[in-house]
C-alpha cells in the first residue's frame, strides 16, 4: 500500500527542497532523511524530481539574462563562424556535459528510485564528499574563471554530476568540486554548475511527473495540487538560496559546507545504528 501525502509533508518537504538543492549538502539526501526521519516514509524518487522542477525554475529565472545570452549567441555562432565566442561555447559545452547524466540516468532509474535511497548509502556519501570538497579546495589551484572554460571541464564536470544521483552526493556539490580540481575559481565553478543542471533536472522532472501521480509502492503519493504547491515553493526557497550561496562562495570555501556534512552524516550512522530509523 502506498499513503497518500498530507499538506504538511509536502509544504515541509518542497520548502527543503528549495533550500538544499543548490547548496552542496545533497537535496535528495536531505529529503530522504527527512520524510523518515518527520513523516516514517520515503516521500519518493519522483516527488523529489517534480519538485525540483520548482528549483530549476529559480535557476531559468535568476540566470535569464545569461540563458538568453548563451542561446542566442548558440544559434547565431551555428550561422556564423565569426562569431563562435565564450557564450557559444558554454552552450556547446552543456549539451555534450548532459549526455552522460541522461544516458546513466535512463539506463539505472530503477537502481535510483530503489536501492540508491538507502539511508546507509546516504550517509556514506554525506561524509566521502565532504572529503572531497576538502581535497578540491586543497589542491584546487582557483585561477580560472568563466570565460576560460574549455570542453574538457565541461565533459569532467558533467561526468561528475552522473554522481549526483546517488542521494547524499549533491550536484551542486559534484560539479563544482570537479571545477575546482580543474582550476576554476570557486564562484565560476557553482554558475556552470547550475546551468549544467538545467536541462538534466528539466528532463528528469517532466519524466517523474506519471510515477508522481502513481508511485506504485516507491514512496507517498501526492495530489496535483500538492505537487504544485510544493513546486513552488521550492521554486520561492530555491531563488533565494541560489542568490546567497553565490555570494557565500565568492569568500567563503565549500568546507563550511563538507563540515555541516560530516555532522549529519555521524548523526544518521548513529540513529542507524541504533534502530531509531530504518534504512529503507
Keep these: 500500500m502506498t499513503d497518500t501525502m498530507t499538506w504538511t509533508q509536502s509544504i515541509v518537504l518542497g ?4 533550500l538544499t538543492e543548490f547548496l552542496p ?23 523529489t524530481a517534480v519538485t ?10 535568476f540566470f535569464a539574462r545569461d540563458i538568453v545570452r548563451i542561446i542566442t549567441a548558440w544559434f547565431r555562432g551555428l550561422r556564423h563562424a565569426d ?11 552543456v549539451i555534450f556535459a548532459t549526455i552522460p547524466i541522461g544516458l546513466i540516468g535512463y539506463l539505472f ?30 589542491y584546487g589551484q582557483k585561477q580560472r574563471n568563466l570565460e576560460q572554460l574549455t570542453l574538457r571541464d565541461g565533459l569532467v564536470m558533467g561526468g561528475a554530476q552522473c554522481l549526483a ?9 559534484a560539479t563544482a568540486s570537479a571545477g575546482l580540481f580543474l582550476g576554476l575559481e570557486r564562484e565560476a ?25 502513481n508511485p506504485s509502492g ?47 552524516g555521524v548523526t544518521l550512522i548513529v540513529l542507524l545504528s541504533t534502530g531509531a530509523i530504518s534504512a529503507t
Design 15 to 18: 520548502a527543503l527542497q528549495g
Design 25 to 47: 549538502i545533497s537535496s535528495s539526501g536531505h529529503l530522504r532523511i527527512a520524510s523518515e526521519l518527520m513523516f516514517g516514509e520515503d516521500a519518493g524518487a519522483s516527488f
Design 52 to 61: 525540483q522542477l520548482g528549483t530549476e525554475a529559480a535557476v531559468l529565472v
Design 83 to 93: 562569431e563562435r565566442n565564450v557564450d557559444y561555447r558554454i552552450g556547446w559545452y
Design 109 to 138: 532509474k530503477d537502481e535510483i528510485r530503489t536501492t540508491g535511497r538507502n539511508l546507509w548509502l546516504v550517509a556514506i556519501m554525506l561524509i566521502v564528499f565532504a572529503g572531497v570538497f576538502w581535497l578540491a579546495e586543497r
Design 165 to 173: 544521483l546517488i542521494p547524499g552526493v549533491s550536484r551542486s556539490g
Design 189 to 213: 565553478a557553482f554558475r556552470f554548475s547550475f546551468l549544467l543542471a538545467i536541462p538534466a533536472v528539466t528532463a528528469s522532472g517532466l519524466f517523474s511527473l506519471p510515477d508522481a501521480f
Design 218 to 264: 516507491e514512496g507517498m503519493e501526492a495530489s496535483g495540487s500538492q505537487l504544485l504547491v510544493a513546486t513552488l515553493i521550492a521554486f520561492v526557497v530555491g531563488y533565494a538560496a541560489i542568490a546567497w550561496l553565490l555570494r557565500f562562495v565568492s569568500a567563503h570555501s565549500m568546507n563550511w559546507f563538507g563540515a555541516y556534512r560530516v555532522v549529519l
